[in-house]
Structures are given as C-alpha cells and as structure tokens.
C-alpha cells in the first residue's frame, strides 16, 4: 500500500527538478566611432599637457634668468674700485723688479722674466757689470690713475753690509683684452710723507682738566666706575644689571683708572675717563665717554663711547 505524498513533498521535489538558468555572458561590441573618439581624447590630453609642462619650463628658466639679470643690474660698481687682477699682475712685477741676485746665471733668468712683463722690453743705455743685489722686503699699492700704479717699496740692497731702502715706485701700464702689461720703464720719487701738518691744536684732547667735584662727593661715582669696568671684562652678566646692552670684553683685565671728569648734563652724570688695561701682560689705554643715570636707585650706563671729546669739559 502506498502512501500518498504530502503536499510540502511534492512541492520540494518540483523545485528540486528546476535546473538554474543559465546566465548569458555577452559581449558588448564599441563600434569603431567610438573606438577612434576614445584614442583622439586621450592623444589630445597627452598633448595638453605636454605643451603646459614645456610652457611651465621655459617660465621657471625665463624667471630664473631675469633675477639673475637683476641681481647682476643692480650691483653699483664705484669709481674707485680696484681691478685685482691687474693688482696681482702688479704685484708680481714689483717683487721680479726688486729682487736681483749677486750670481749672474741667476740674475739673467731674473732679467728674462722681468723682460716678460713688458709688451716692449725698454731701451737701456746702461751697462754697468756692477749690480748690487736686492731683496723686497714689502710693497704696498697706494694709487691707480691714468695708467700709472705707485706703490710704496721697501728693500734690502748690498752684498755683506744691506741697506734699507723705501721709495714711491710707479709703473707705467697698459692692458689688452686678456691681460695687462708694463707700457715703459718705472720711476722713483721719494716717499709722501702722510702725516698732517696743519693740524687744529685747539682741537687735540688734554686730560689735565679738573671737575667741581670734591673726593667726598665724588666717591659713590668713583667706586661705581671701578665697579663697571671690573664687569666690563669679567661677567656679561653683572654687566647687564648695570648696563644698557654693553658687551663684556673678554682676555682683557681691568687695571685701573687714570683720569676722570664727571659733569652733569641734564640730569645724567657725562663721565670722561682714561682706563688701563692688561692684555696678555701688556698695558694698553683706552678712552671711555660713559653716560650714567639713575635706575633703581643706583648708577647705571645708559650709554658709552670710546672717545672723549676735545671739549669734554667746557
């Protein structure tokens, strides 16, 4: 006997039967316009961007080379300048020129390299075999003008007993598109002397001036001078607390006060004074203008100058 299948049987065996759909896999055909639209964009977009890219360069470059140019334009060449390079060719001349030996194979190889500096080498009438033997001792440039260079010269002639010879010594030269030379022979004069004669004696500096003020009253300024310049040379720090923005000196000690003038300008305290120093144990002098205030209650230099001037008392 059978026995007849359950409704939910005969369902689930027509869903078991069912065989999956297949699913089509196709394929979807660009037609060609397409296709060569597609490959013009992108070939189009290559070469936007490569004209902006190129375009960007050559702007960088362009901007680079006008700052350059900018920068070499605005460098302001003085009147005065100095050619160095014609003061190295300069210099080498002087140095051949001023030093000859007492042994004349020598001598003539320093006689061709000196030859060597001029563009004609200039008639000598001179025959003399006695040379007498030099050494340069210093050569320092002082002027450039019209083709002519002057130095100042110190040398050393002789054999066994040398003397010691300063001169002004000018050079007559020229030059080219790749060089300088010396256009003829140089002469001597004597030494300029550059010390001022004329000078304003109502105008030089006498520490001999004496202020109104008597040892009692000056005593606080005297032990706050000596204060200050002992931390002048001995700590930035105290220094600060006694100071406006003054820098301590250092491998200098203090060692005393020479001369000193206090004066009273509109209620500051102008100290004028002469201070010795020692430096690597030798003395050495200095002149100070200090201006002090009052701050707190105590001294303290709102400025300094290293001078005093000439009417410093007056």
Same mark, same amino acid.
């Given at each position: 006997?059978?026995?007849?299948?359950?409704?939910?049987?005969?369902?689930?065996?027509?869903?078991?039967?069912?065989?999956?759909?297949?699913?089509?896999?196709?394929?979807?055909?660009?037609?060609?316009?397409?296709?060569?639209?597609?490959?013009?964009?992108?070939?189009?977009? *290559?070469?936007?961007?490569?004209?902006?890219?190129?375009?960007?360069?050559?702007?960088? /470059?362009?901007?680079?080379? #006008?700052?350059?140019?900018?920068?070499?334009?605005?460098? $302001?060449?003085?009147?005065?300048?100095?050619?160095?390079?014609?003061?190295? *060719?300069?210099?080498?001349?002087?140095?051949?020129?001023? #030093?000859?030996?007492?042994?004349?194979?020598?001598?003539?190889?320093?006689?061709?390299?000196?030859?060597?500096?001029?563009?004609?080498?200039?008639?000598?009438?001179?025959?003399?075999?006695?040379?007498?033997?030099?050494?340069?001792?210093?050569?320092?440039?002082?002027?450039?003008?019209?083709?002519?260079?002057?130095?100042?010269? !110190?040398?050393? #002639?002789? +054999?066994?007993?040398?003397?010691? $010879?300063?001169?002004?010594?000018? &050079?007559?030269?020229?030059?080219?598109?790749?060089?300088?030379?010396? /256009?003829?022979?140089?002469?001597?004069?004597?030494?300029?002397?550059? +010390?001022?004669?004329?000078?304003?004696?109502?105008?030089?500096?006498?520490? !001999?001036?004496?202020?109104?003020?008597?040892? !009692?009253?000056?005593?606080?300024?005297?032990?706050? &001078?000596?204060?200050?310049?002992?931390?002048?040379?001995?700590?930035?720090?105290?220094?600060?607390? &006694?100071?406006?923005?003054?820098?301590?000196?250092?491998?200098?000690?203090?060692?005393?006060?020479?001369?000193?003038?206090?004066?009273?300008?509109?209620?500051?305290?102008?100290?004028?004074?002469?201070?010795?120093?020692?430096?690597?144990?030798?003395?050495?002098?200095?002149? *100070?203008?200090?201006?002090?205030?009052?701050?707190?209650?105590?001294?303290?230099?709102?400025?300094? +100058?290293? #001078?005093?001037?000439?009417?410093?008392?007056?």
């Amino acid at each position: 006997m059978f026995k007849r299948k359950s409704k939910e049987a005969k369902e689930a065996e027509r869903v078991l039967k069912k065989s999956p759909k297949k699913v089509k896999n196709e394929l979807r055909l660009v037609n060609q316009r397409k296709m060569n639209a597609i490959f013009i964009g992108g070939l189009v977009g *290559f070469v936007v961007l490569s004209v902006v890219a190129i375009a960007s360069s050559l702007l960088r /470059s362009s901007t680079s080379h #006008t700052q350059t140019a900018t920068a070499r334009s605005s460098v $302001v060449y003085g009147t005065d300048n100095v050619d160095y390079r014609l003061q190295q *060719f300069l210099d080498g001349y002087v140095s051949t020129y001023f #030093t000859v030996s007492d042994d004349s194979e020598t001598r003539k190889e320093q006689e061709e390299e000196l030859n060597d500096y001029y563009d004609v080498v200039p008639t000598q009438k001179e025959s003399s075999d006695e040379v007498q033997p030099m050494s340069l001792v210093s050569a320092r440039l002082q002027t450039i003008e019209d083709k002519v260079a002057t130095y100042q010269v !110190t040398y050393d #002639t002789g +054999k066994e007993d040398t003397s010691r $010879v300063t001169v002004k010594f000018s &050079i007559p030269y020229g030059e080219t598109d790749d060089g300088y030379y010396v /256009s003829g022979l140089p002469w001597i004069q004597a030494v300029d002397e550059l +010390k001022a004669d004329d000078v304003d004696m109502d105008k030089t500096l006498d520490l !001999t001036a004496a202020d109104s003020y008597s040892d !009692t009253e000056s005593e606080k300024l005297d032990d706050f &001078i000596n204060l200050f310049f002992v931390n002048y040379t001995t700590s930035q720090k105290n220094l600060d607390l &006694i100071s406006n923005g003054l820098k301590a000196v250092t491998g200098v000690s203090f060692k005393s006060v020479d001369y000193v003038y206090y004066k009273e300008v509109d209620k500051a305290m102008m100290t004028y004074v002469q201070v010795t120093f020692d430096v690597a144990g030798a003395t050495h002098s200095e002149n *100070f203008t200090l201006k002090l205030i009052q701050k707190n209650g105590d001294f303290y230099v709102s400025s300094l +100058k290293h #001078t005093i001037p000439y009417d410093y008392a007056d």
